[in-house]
């Protein structure tokens, strides 16, 4: 039976999101690993003009406050209807952005405010804690490795697993984030194919972007992600135009000795990149990104840039297939590592790998990475009688 001293409040109105926004505040005062997300991050999540997915999808959500009109929680429920369909049979919505005390009656009020929202538009099932977009931030609950949040990833205190499973979310997957030293040395192996394409294959060539050609960087990045990852795991292609906005995006971030291609007679065949990690940099900037924002975060960057230690953020890695398992990636990592360093980048976290991916996760041991955080996206069947399936394993 709900809690009649809580109320749960939709959030609509500028005050409303403002709320929103500021309730883990108080919540991780005790937590010093945690770094508030940016506000604009936050709200473009649901703003249709910024968020695509509200396309073919829509999004809700809601602050729980007590008795004295404090802000004790919060979520988020949203259902794309482009892929909640993947399962025929069981038809999937999300919920994220949860916040809350260390109450399961108040934890409970959340999760059903979400799961009903999303019943009365025929889900069967919620994934969460998920972002309205894509994987690549805001996605999964911190359950291992309570350090530093990488930019667009949430730190979550260790109480919120038992909050969820408690309710009945059971484990759908598990995502890894590895981490490595940059000069700690990678296999014999990887020395052996450096050595190997540079003796026998003339027509290769490693090289880091070139941050005053962006229009070749994005065409690089273009061609290399949709051979080797678009249909991959229902990741769709890329448009060219795509990539020139991320690239664009990323420009005022982006570090070029970050981002490494191999060339095989000048077409880009494989590539890896990184950036420097934002967090590192937000943390002291604060999460809104005003004029002051802005300026504090240049010169955040500056001190940054010529710091150490020195975090960098591995956010993709691709071999086009005729390629793979030859050796390109070993190699062109033996050229990046040296750069790295000459850098100053002293430590590598890797975006996260889920459990279904075993042969990513393999390549990611390869460089002598270790697992380091982990966070797992949870699934809740609405009918308890359902047989609960795991996330199927890429072959």
Same mark, same amino acid.
């Given at each position: 039976m709900p809690d009649l001293m809580m109320s749960l409040i939709e959030v609509r109105t500028a005050e409303e999101q403002r709320l929103f926004r500021n309730m883990p505040e108080r $919540?991780?005062?005790?937590? #010093?690993?945690?770094?508030?997300? $940016?506000?604009?991050?936050? =709200?473009?999540?649901?703003? #249709?003009?910024?968020?695509? !997915? %509200?396309?073919? &999808? =829509?999004?809700?959500?809601?602050? $729980?406050? !007590? =008795?004295?009109?404090?802000?004790? +929680?919060?979520?988020?429920?949203?259902?794309?209807?482009? !892929?909640?369909?993947?399962? #025929?049979? $069981? #038809?999937? +919505? &999300?919920? &994220?952005? %949860? =916040?809350?005390i260390e109450d399961q009656v108040a934890a409970n009020q959340l999760f059903e405010a979400s799961q009903r929202w999303l019943a009365e538009r025929g889900m069967q099932a919620m994934d969460g804690p998920i972002n309205f977009g894509e994987r690549d931030r805001f996605w999964g609950l911190l359950t291992a490795g309570f350090t530093e949040p990488n930019y667009g990833m949430f730190y979550h205190p260790p109480y919120y697993q038992q909050l969820f499973e408690q309710y009945g979310f059971q484990v759908y997957f598990k995502q890894y984030t590895c981490y490595r030293d940059v000069a700690e040395p990678l296999h014999p192996n990887f020395q052996k194919a450096a050595e190997r394409y540079a003796q026998e294959h003339p027509e290769f060539r490693f090289a880091h972007a070139n941050g005053r050609d962006v229009e070749r960087m994005a065409q690089d990045f273009h061609h290399v992600y949709n051979l080797a990852w678009a249909n991959h795991s229902g990741i769709s292609d890329m448009p060219l135009e795509k990539a020139r906005n991320l690239i664009k995006q990323l420009q005022p971030v982006l570090d070029e000795r970050l981002l490494w291609f191999a060339y095989c007679n000048e077409e880009p065949v494989a590539f890896f990149v990184s950036l420097p990690e934002l967090n590192q940099i937000f943390k002291h900037v604060g999460p809104r990104l005003n004029l002051t924002g802005k300026l504090r975060f240049v010169y955040e960057r500056w001190r940054y840039q010529r710091r150490q230690p020195k975090k960098m953020f591995g956010v993709i890695f691709g071999v086009v297939p005729a390629w793979q398992g030859k050796g390109v990636e070993s190699a062109m990592m033996v050229h990046a590592q040296q750069e790295f360093m000459k850098a100053g980048y002293t430590e590598i976290e890797m975006n996260w790998i889920g459990d279904f991916n075993p042969r990513m996760l393999a390549v990611i041991r390869s460089i002598g990475a270790r697992i380091f955080k982990t966070h797992v996206t949870y699934r809740k069947l609405f009918d308890p009688t359902r047989p609960f399936e795991r996330c199927p394993v890429i072959r």
């Open positions: $919540l991780y005062q005790q937590h #010093p690993h945690w770094i508030r997300p $940016l506000d604009h991050d936050i =709200e473009a999540t649901f703003d #249709p003009a910024r968020n695509a !997915n %509200f396309a073919h &999808g =829509e999004a809700i959500r809601w602050v $729980l406050t !007590n =008795e004295q009109g404090e802000a004790i +929680g919060r979520v988020a429920a949203f259902v794309n209807h482009h !892929n909640a369909h993947t399962d #025929p049979t $069981l #038809p999937t +919505g &999300g919920m &994220g952005f %949860f =916040e809350c």
